[in-house]
């Protein structure tokens, strides 16, 4: 079904794009204050991140079920549960993705994560964090059903581009609030 060659390059080329996720990632949150002053702007630059993320996650799933098609993993007693189990997977990988990602914002606006606060940034995040968790869900679980199409991923984009737009507004509202 897969060749071992093609394989290969697709593992290369996670790699490759896995490095080029990383500086993209320091030129995101470097700019991220000045990005904001603009709604449109700030919209598409999140949608792109958002994107480049997904795009990484389907890129390194493609790969882990060439693997597993090409029995890399033989020897393995449970190498294809993920392969097997898409939903429960895709589930917990995007529940985990989410939570270091809200993380991860909120050591962009206090400089470190307080614990004593982190039940209140879960909650205010978590509208966007279902969006886009639904939108990481969707495409783990096409890739793993191995049933990636055109149609499945015009629709997780338009979901990260709808969380894109709800976090835009989100931020102004916030600010709204605060000021």
């Given at each position: 079904m897969y060749s071992k060659r093609n394989t290969?390059?697709?593992?290369?080329?996670?790699?490759?794009?896995?490095?080029?996720?990383?500086?993209?990632?320091?030129?995101?949150?470097?700019?991220?204050?000045e990005i904001l002053q603009n709604n449109l702007l700030a919209i598409i630059m999140l949608f792109v991140h958002n994107g480049l993320v997904v795009s990484l996650i389907v890129l390194g799933m493609s790969f882990y079920v060439r693997l597993v098609?090409?029995?890399?993993?033989?020897r393995e007693k449970y190498s294809d549960i993920i392969v097997t189990?898409?939903?429960?997977?895709?589930?917990?990988?995007?529940?985990?993705?989410?939570?270091?990602?809200?993380?991860?914002?909120?050591?962009?606006?206090v400089g470190r994560v307080n614990?004593?606060?982190?039940?209140?940034i879960l909650l205010i995040s978590m509208p966007i964090g279902i969006v886009e968790g639904y939108g990481i869900y969707l495409a783990i679980k096409n890739t793993l059903n191995r049933m990636l199409s055109i149609k499945s991923l015009v629709g997780v984009y338009g979901v990260f581009f709808i969380a894109s737009v709800l976090e835009v507004a989100f931020i102004n509202l916030l600010i709204w609030i605060i000021t």
């Open positions: 290969a390059l697709l593992g290369l080329a996670f790699v490759a794009f896995l490095a080029l996720a990383y500086l993209e990632n320091t030129f995101f949150f470097g700019v991220l204050g098609f090409l029995d890399f993993f033989k189990h898409p939903k429960t997977f895709a589930f917990i990988f995007a529940c985990i993705i989410v939570f270091i990602s809200i993380l991860r914002g909120a050591t962009l606006i614990l004593e606060f982190l039940p209140m």
